[in-house]
């Protein structure tokens, strides 16, 4: 059933996303709604599942923040291309670090990391911000071929000197790790203007003349002024040794720290202290935040230019790139299908599919679609209409007449929450549902369609 509910939850997410093929399409693939949802399960606010349990995460400080770890390590693990390993340093503190092997230069290597201890409970800002960040750049990044070697790291004991990062400092300068560029980010969720209004959305960028972090600081900022991000940049030299980064000046790395803005007053109030939730924090601001990161991270790591993205017919499946090999796979059961290595693939039953391009030496498969449309058409918009996306009590499913429907909703782990038949426009209660990203299947003997919900 787990296997099953995996499956599912990919084949409803192609629904509404596809992999990027360059620097612009990664940076707009940055999902908030994903984003607030790491937020909210990693600070308690909202149950998750960790080692098949049901479980909230109440609390991260270094000595009791065993749970928050097992949650990165199993997020970290769903992803394809990575290697993840835990890195204990004492009996209490453990790193999580993920490793994305560059294709071509894979002794070239960058760090994106932030740390998850605390000193409180929910700590949303301080540093739920920065992993959720982490773990968003994981997800996009690792669907791409990269000439360079991506480190995801999130550190343990921060809060008590910077423990879990000077560890792993160390331990790279003695073995020679070619590390050219870690960028940390701690506190990134805050900015004083109000929510969906007009501000400065200022950050910070710390750093000193340490290696090429001046230069690792400049190509920050060509990302910024190359793209489209709605912010502001206060740079700060020389910058702060109060978080991870610092680790790595210590053994001679570049690295910088981008936040929210210290250096203007304008971080958070609830800072150190269990004030600090999910619903104090400026989520568009946080969003711009991720999306620069991402745009940095992408461009040092060295996109490969492969497109693994489907087009689907009524009819047939068509990988996107030219000129490569292919190999369709039945998604339910992860088998090839014998003899469909063509661009296009014409499935004879129903059911969840995607490709494995290769070429050259990069391989990158396609995210699973579901292909349902056998004898089924979509509903065009004048046929059904749901309304309102976000929605925060109810949703509405409006026909342009009576019809005998089936109407399933699934959480993001592909968990059926909902089913009933309905004939006639319904009002669905979603009130008691958590927060968070849902998809709303709705069936008749004719037609088909997936949606994409936001409960707020």
Known sequence: MKAFQITLMCVLLITFSSTAQNIQDIINQVDINKISLTLNEFTGEQSTIVDGNTVTIFNRQHA????????LVEQLQALDNLVVTEQPFNSSGRNVIATQIGKTNPNNIYIVCAHYDTVADFCADDNATGTAAVLEIARILSTQCLDNTIVYAFWDEEEIGLRGSQFYANQAANNGDNILGVLNMDMIGYDGDAVGQPGDNEFDID???IA?????????LSVLNTYTFDLNVIEVNPGTTASDHASFWAEGY???LVGESWETNDETPFYHSPQDRVATLDLPYLNEMVKLVTGYMVTKGGLVNVDNTITQTLTMLTSNQNSASYQWFDAATNTAIGGETNQSFTPTVNGVYYVEVTSGTCTERSEDIIFDTLGLESFTQEELKIYPIPAQNFVTIEFS????TQVNLFDVSGKLVLNKTIAETT???IKDLPQGIYFLKVNTKEKSGTYKIVKE
Not at 212 to 220: E, H, P, Q, R
Not at 401 to 404: A, K, N, T
């Open 212 to 220: 090429g972090s001046v230069a690792m600081k400049n190509d920050i």
């Open 427 to 429: 009002k669905l209660n």
């Open 254 to 256: 570049s690295a910088v």
């Open 64 to 71: 009791a923040n065993e749970l928050a770890g097992d949650y």
């Open 207 to 209: 750093y000193r003349n």
């Open 401 to 404: 007449s009576e019809i005998v």
